[in-house]
T-cell receptor, first 115, second 115 residues
């Protein structure tokens, strides 16, 4: 699959701080998704993006589909302890039927929030 | 009740044993997927299925087989388990319909250890 470069690999912040993470690729994607994974659980979908330039919010989370269609970012505002977890970006390539519309995942950003 | 369920949640087995991981869903989705998660490598696609008669290999299918017994059930088998198949295994479903047709929803995972 296509490699997605997700950064940073980990973040250690204080409660109340804002967080930003991003994902880049050398290929064009028609979908960007952001997931959160808690320990011992499966990834949970946070935000889905389908159009270049699209900016979507879900509570304190905001994500954008880059204009070039090769990148996306996720921001978390006013972090709280329950934001702790691993955040994954995932993208689906254009013409993805041949690969079953499978998602290509980044390696994740591990977020730790101290009270 | 969870929309996507996986059994067992944890399994320890020995090299050479045949293992089956099961996945059931109540979301009514046609598309189902099996992914493998290794530390530092993100999620990688093993197999995917568009319906009962349409099963396809993913990025890392060697050593695995699948069966789509019904729209709601998709099982993954390791014919002869080896230690480097120790990993977290996730089942996912996808809608296949008009937007949001690229969103995937994950089960809670199976932690497999091959000794």
């Amino acid at each position: 699959g296509q490699q997605l470069n997700q950064s940073p690999q980990s973040m250690f912040i204080q409660e109340g701080e804002d967080v930003s993470m991003n994902c880049t690729s050398s290929s064009i994607f028609n979908t960007w998704l952001w997931y959160k994974q808690d320990p011992g659980e499966g990834p949970v979908l946070l935000i889905a993006l389908y159009k270049a330039g699209e900016l979507t919010s879900n509570g304190r989370l905001t994500a954008q589909f880059g204009i070039t269609r090769k990148d996306s970012f996720l921001n978390i505002s006013a972090s709280i302890p329950s934001d702790v977890g691993i955040y994954f970006c995932a993208g689906q390539l254009e013409g993805g039927r041949d690969s079953g519309y499978a998602l290509n995942f980044g390696k994740g950003t591990s977020l730790l929030v101290t009270p | 009740d969870a929309d996507v369920t996986q059994t067992p949640r944890n399994r320890i087995t020995k090299t050479g044993k045949r293992i089956m991981l099961e996945c059931s869903q109540t979301k009514g989705h046609d598309r189902m997927y099996w992914y493998r998660q290794d530390p530092g490598l993100g999620l990688r696609l093993i197999y995917y299925s568009f319906d009962v008669k349409d099963i396809n290999k993913g990025e890392i299918s060697d050593g695995y087989s699948v069966s789509r017994q019904a729209q709601a059930k998709f099982s993954l088998s390791l014919e002869s388990a080896i230690p480097n198949q120790t990993a977290l295994y996730f089942c996912a479903t996808g809608t296949g319909a008009s937007p949001p047709y690229n969103e995937q929803f994950f089960g809670p995972g199976t932690r497999l250890t091959v000794l």
